[in-house]
């Protein structure tokens, strides 16, 4: 069976430091990759996703970035991070096909400080 | 602009009894439909979905409605019980998007037992 990884749960940052999450899925291969945020109180935005190595398109405009090193690793990052960065990070993969469910990790939770 | 809204962000109802969480959208280029159930500092997790083609779909206590007309969609959970205490999301998509999914802000639902 499938499963997703995503490290680490918690985080607290000082404004300035960089910022490096990383999301590994197990049992399949080629997956779609995601990366959503949902900030206090608010729904979940889609921030990256990825259908293949070293592909990555960007919903928003923002301080961080994605890479897609490996098949199956995708990381979240910031040179700098702000206060605004603050918010609850979560990976998902999918199948990518035709009406199908994209699937969650535990997400991370990143506060700014 | 919101192309996925829910607009009660809380709901309160007694265990044993209907919970009827809505969901309005916009998009009419979404034909895919879905439903995540996410607890704190928790990754939601998928709980059912819907294709365009349908108007209804059911898996044991819970069924999800469909009405493309007035592009509007509820998930009804029947008999509520105090473990579906939870934030549920409804999500929408486009089916060539892939696993690419717009989420709505959520709504808390809290089932007194």
């Known amino acids: 069976s499938q499963t997703i990884h995503q490290w680490p749960a918690t985080l607290v940052q000082p404004v300035g430091s960089p910022l490096s999450l990383e999301c590994t899925v197990e049992?399949?291969?080629?997956?779609?990759l995601y990366w959503y945020r949902q900030a206090a109180g608010r729904g979940l935005q889609l921030l990256f996703y990825s259908v293949g190595i070293g592909q990555i398109s960007s919903e928003v405009p923002q301080n961080l970035s994605a890479s897609r090193p490996q098949d199956r690793q995708f990381i979240l990052s910031s040179k700098k991070l702000l206060l605004s960065d603050s918010g609850f990070y979560l990976c998902a993969w999918g199948t990518g096909g035709w009406n199908t469910e994209a699937f969650f990790g535990q997400g991370t939770r990143l506060t700014v400080v | 602009d919101q192309q996925v809204k829910q607009n009660s962000p809380s709901l309160s109802v007694q265990e044993g009894r209907i919970s009827i969480l809505n969901c309005d959208y916009t998009?009419?280029?979404?034909?895919?439909f879905l439903w995540y159930k996410k607890y704190p500092a928790e990754g939601p997790t998928f709980l059912i979905s819907?294709?365009?083609?349908?108007d209804k779909n059911e898996d044991g206590r819970f069924t999800v409605f469909l009405n493309k007309s007035a592009k509007h969609l509820s998930l009804h959970i029947v008999p509520s019980q105090p473990g579906d205490s939870a934030v549920y999301f409804c999500a929408a998509s486009e089916g060539n998007a892939g696993n690419m999914l717009t989420f709505g802000g959520g709504t808390r639902l809290m089932v007194k037992p």
């Open positions: 819907i294709s365009s083609i349908k």
């Open positions: 049992g399949t291969s080629n997956p779609n």
């Open positions: 998009n009419s280029m979404f034909d895919y």
